[in-house]
Nanobody, 121 residues
Framework: QVQLVESGGGLVQAGGSLRLSCAAS????????MGWFRQAPGKEREFVAA????????VYADSVRGRFTISRDNAKNTVYLQMNSVKPEDTAVYYC??????????????WGQGTQVTVSS
């Protein structure tokens, strides 16, 4: 079992920055791919970014590539999402997720409770 707790969400102006964190329980954190997904009101949950267990494999959605950066600190069991140049369309609940394989489907094995990000124009 892996438990995930997100933090760092909030209200930010368009063009600003925000960093999300996700703390994971357990001693096998480095075995898991970690992903970030988001869900806006009335929309399906969508993939944002993922990082392999060693931190060397990174995948981004086209909508965030070049603006968002995913990273992880295996010593701290934590994954981050640095969000720069945010846009109003980035407004959503952001979820951290863990899976044994790296993919972009919203079918990860473990999920956090989500953190709200609101971007004002």
């Amino acid at each position: 079992q892996v438990q995930l707790v997100e933090s760092g969400g909030g209200l930010v102006q368009a063009g600003g920055s925000l960093r999300l964190s996700c703390a994971a329980s357990g001693r096998t954190f480095s075995r898991y791919t970690m992903g970030w997904f988001r869900q806006a009101p009335g929309k399906e949950r969508e993939f944002v970014a993922a990082i392999g267990g060693s931190g060397t494999t990174l995948v981004y959605a086209d909508s965030v590539r070049g603006r968002f950066t995913i990273s992880r600190d295996n010593a701290k069991n934590t994954v981050y999402l640095q969000m720069n140049s945010v846009k109003p369309e980035d407004t959503a609940v952001y979820y951290c997720a863990a899976d044994v394989t790296l993919h972009v489907r919203a079918e990860y094995d473990y999920w956090g409770q989500g953190t709200q990000v609101t971007v004002s124009s």
